[in-house]
C-alpha cells in the first residue's frame, strides 16, 4: 500500500494522481485520521463506534469526510461487518470502499503531515510503503505562504515547517523495512524514470496513463468540495481548493524548480538557510550562505 508524505507543497498532488491514473490503484484525497486511530481505546461494539466518530468527523474543526463520497451510513453498516472488530480493519475496510468506486483492487493514501506518523502508521497497517517526497524547502516556502493551511508568511517560521517535516519522516523512515525517498526536482524533470522506481518499490507495472495524468486530473479532484468549520463558516472555498491544484492540469513543469531565487529576497534565503541549511546539503540542494552548513546530516 503506498503512502506518499512530504512536507505540504511538495508535489504530493501531482505524484497522487500519477499513481492513482494506473488502472489497478485509487489513493483518496488527504485522510489525516490515521493519527488518532492508534489512540483509540476499548473493543467490540463501543471500539467499532469510536472508530467511525473518528473517521468521519475528522478533523474536529473542519470535517473532511464528505471529500471522500462515501455514505456514512453505508461504512457504518459494513463496519457493523467485522467481527471480531479491529481498527487496523476499519481502516482497510474505508480505502477498499474508496478503490470501489473506481473498480480498482487496490489502494494508497496521500497525506503530507503523515510524515510525522510512519510508525504509528506501520504497526497499524504493515503493508505500508512509504514514499516521502523531497522538494527544495525554499520553493515550498514561496508555494506555502500564500495558502490557507500555511504556518505562517515569517520565513523563520516556514523554514522551520519545512525542516521539522522532512526530518521527521527522514528520521523515522530509517526505522521502516520499506521506505523510498525521491526528489520532486527529479521526478519533475525525469518522471518516467522515477515512477519506474516507484513501481518497482509498490509492486505496480509502469503503465502510459501514468504520464497522462493531467488528462483526468480535473475530474479526480472534483472531489474536493469547501471546507467548513464546526460552526459552519468557510474555511476554504471549493473554488479555492481547486485554484491551489491548477498545476495539476498540466505536465511536470521544470519552471517550478528554484522559483526562490526570484521571489525570495537575499536575506529570507539566508535565514532559511541558516535553520534549514543542513537538511538542504543533505538532499544536494544548492546553498547561497557557506558558513557552515554544508554538512549534511548524518
Excluded at 525542516?163 to 526536482?185: I, K, M, N, S
Aim: charged letters at 30%.
Amino acid at each position: 500500500m503506498p503512502f506518499i508524505v512530504g512536507a505540504p507543497r511538495s508535489g504530493t498532488t501531482m505524484l497522487r494522481l500519477m499513481l492513482d491514473a494506473h488502472p489497478e490503484l485509487a489513493i483518496p484525497p488527504e485522510t489525516g485520521f490515521l493519527q488518532i486511530v492508534p489512540e483509540l481505546r476499548g473493543w467490540g461494539d463501543a471500539l467499532r463506534e469510536r472508530f467511525f466518530q473518528a473517521v468521519t468527523t475528522f478533523p474536529a474543526n473542519a470535517p473532511a469526510w464528505e471529500d471522500f463520497q462515501i455514505p456514512a451510513e453505508e461504512f457504518r453498516a459494513r463496519l457493523a461487518g467485522i467481527r471480531p472488530f479491529h481498527a487496523a480493519d476499519g481502516v482497510r475496510l474505508f480505502y477498499r470502499m474508496y478503490a470501489a468506486r473506481f473498480g480498482k483492487p487496490r489502494w494508497g493514501d496521500k497525506t503530507p503531515l503523515y510524515s510525522r506518523h510512519l510508525l504509528d502508521i506501520r504497526k497499524l497497517l504493515p503493508e505500508a510503503r512509504f514514499i516521502h517526497l523531497v522538494r527544495d524547502g525554499r520553493d515550498i516556502a514561496v508555494s506555502l505562504r500564500e495558502r490557507w493551511f500555511s504556518p505562517g508568511r515569517d520565513i523563520a517560521v516556514q523554514a522551520a515547517f519545512w525542516r521539522d517535516h522532512v526530518a521527521a519522516a527522514r528520521d523515522q523512515g530509517r526505522a521502516c523495512p520499506h521506505f523510498l525517498e525521491v526528489r520532486f526536482e527529479d521526478l519533475v524533470r525525469d518522471p518516467e524514470t522515477v515512477l519506474g522506481r516507484i513501481c518497482d518499490f509498490t509492486g505496480l507495472e509502469l503503465r502510459p496513463e501514468m504520464l497522462l495524468y493531467p488528462q483526468r486530473a480535473a475530474r479526480r479532484l472534483e472531489e474536493h468540495g469547501a471546507r467548513h468549520t464546526a460552526d459552519g463558516a468557510v474555511l476554504a472555498s471549493r473554488e479555492e481548493r481547486l485554484r491551489q491544484q491548477a498545476h495539476t492540469h498540466r505536465s511536470p513543469d521544470p519552471a517550478k524548480i528554484g522559483v526562490w531565487r526570484r521571489e525570495l529576497s537575499a536575506e529570507e534565503a539566508r535565514i532559511f538557510e541558516e535553520i534549514a541549511g543542513g537538511l538542504l546539503a543533505a538532499y544536494s540542494y544548492h546553498l547561497d550562505v557557506k558558513k557552515e552548513l554544508r554538512r549534511a546530516l548524518p
